[in-house]
């Protein structure tokens, strides 16, 4: 449980250095890694998520259904924040009230629990105080959310939103009511910052990132991520208006996007220790989503079921898949072809490593998720990879930019 002494401590260092908006993400422990340190993981993953048990029997059982009908519209949620670890500051209103949010390219609506919600997540977060805000506007209109391990509801409303030192005038938001879920409870967030196209938003309004760019406060309609996974607990950096040219090498491998909904590229072909394994069967490859959201790198379970025997992965009880942690650097290397460029990760950098007990435990950084027809299947590049990487994500040009981090020689750029 979080207590008052948990409280995040955020760095926010902000300002208009040449027209970025800078925000500092800090990395913390994922709801699943606190579960599991006590001792609560698969009590909840019985209760919450029985998907993850007919994944397990995935040949047996038709796919996991990810979504939900609300209201007439379907909402799709790729996947929850169970495993979310990056995380920023904003601020709603004046004055103003601060929240800790996951920005999420996979989704394109800004929530924050309302102080109206009596859920048992909600006593436990910031909660916004729409009678204290002398700039709030009331809207009236419901939503509902909903996401692989909960969903939520709640009214919508309009406020300032403070970003670093941007105030984004009149931004829609939703003020969560109900928030069900045990994730949401040990969450040490308080509600998402969707950066995804409008086309994706629940909330009908302006996404965050579409609100800037009508209100000119950017020089260009770009966002960049860094996300570093280091074990410091510094988390990286979101830049708003541009990207971060110290943080990155050049070229950068600019790709289309194929959908705007999520940020939407096709994928080539995967290889293990270079031979072709999946995606490479029709010239169409796959679809993939560049998802700062979701934690690891997901696929459809059958591709996804291969890939953990090509490296050596084991279920668990919780249908989670563990490596020996002695045989981590002798991995195959796992590489994805993405527009002419192969980005390569090592065992090394594919494996999330935790400590229970005094004891390490090596987890596999693939995750089968199932997301149904028409916008599925498509693969997930979560974190994982994404911190291997600097990403830009482009409205102007709807497209997606890679580029090899200044910092580290992780990634190999093979042209082929
Ligand atoms: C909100 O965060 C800012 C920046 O970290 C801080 O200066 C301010 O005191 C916070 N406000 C509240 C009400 O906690
Ligand atoms: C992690 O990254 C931060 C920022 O680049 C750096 O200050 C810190 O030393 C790094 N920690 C490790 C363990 O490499």
Redesign the pocket.
């Known amino acids: 449980m979080r207590s008052a002494g948990l409280i995040l401590i ?3 260092h902000l300002g208009f250095s040449h027209g970025l908006l800078r925000v500092a993400l800090r990395q913390y422990p994922s709801v699943r890694s606190r579960l599991r340190a006590s001792a609560q993981l698969e009590e909840f993953l019985k209760q919450h998520q029985p998907d993850m048990f007919s994944r397990r029997y995935v040949q047996c059982f038709p796919p996991a259904q990810h979504f939900l009908r609300l209201g007439g519209r379907v909402t799709e949620r790729l996947y929850n924040f169970m495993d979310a670890q990056f995380f920023g ?1 904003i ?1 709603l209103g004046r ?4 929240f800790t949010v996951v920005f999420d390219t996979g989704s394109s609506d800004l929530w924050v629990p309302s102080s109206y919600c009596v859920s048992q997540a909600c006593a436990l977060h910031n909660k916004f105080k729409a009678f204290e805000s002398s700039t709030y506007t009331h809207d009236g209109r419901v939503f509902g959310i909903h996401y692989g391990s909960g969903h939520l509801l709640g009214v919508m409303a309009r406020d300032e939103l403070k970003v670093g030192s941007v105030r984004v005038q009149n931004q829609v938001f939703g003020e969560a009511v109900y928030e069900p879920g045990f994730s949401f409870v040990l969450a040490q967030f308080d509600g998402v910052l969707g950066l995804g196209f409008p086309q994706l938003a629940e909330e009908k309004g302006s996404p965050v990132f579409d609100s800037m760019m009508e209100q000119n406060m950017l020089d260009q309609p770009v966002f960049s991520f860094y996300l570093t996974n280091n074990g410091s607990g510094f988390g990286g950096e979101l830049v708003f208006g541009g990207m971060d040219e110290s943080r990155f090498l050049p070229p950068i491998n600019w790709i289309p996007v194929t959908q705007k909904g999520y940020w939407q590229i096709k994928l080539d072909a995967v290889k293990v220790q270079g031979a072709l394994s999946f995606c490479y069967r029709s010239v169409q490859g796959c679809q993939a989503i560049v998802d700062t959201g979701t934690s690891l790198i997901g696929g459809p379970a059958r591709d996804i079921l291969i890939l953990q025997q090509f490296i050596g992965a084991t279920p668990t009880a919780n249908g989670e898949f563990v490596v020996d942690c002695v045989r981590v650097s002798s991995l195959p290397v796992v590489s994805f072809l993405i527009n002419s460029v192969e980005y390569s990760l090592s065992g090394e950098q594919y494996v999330r490593r935790e400590t229970l007990n005094n004891k390490q435990i090596c987890f596999s950084g693939f995750q089968s998720i199932e997301v149904p027809s028409p916008a599925g299947p498509v693969w997930i590049l979560g974190d994982v990879f994404l911190s291997q990487v600097y990403s830009i994500y482009d409205r102007g040009e709807n497209r997606v930019g890679l580029a090899r981090l200044s910092g580290a020689p992780v990634e190999s750029d093979t042209h082929i």
């Open positions: 955020l760095v926010l500051q601020s004055p103003e009230q601060n």
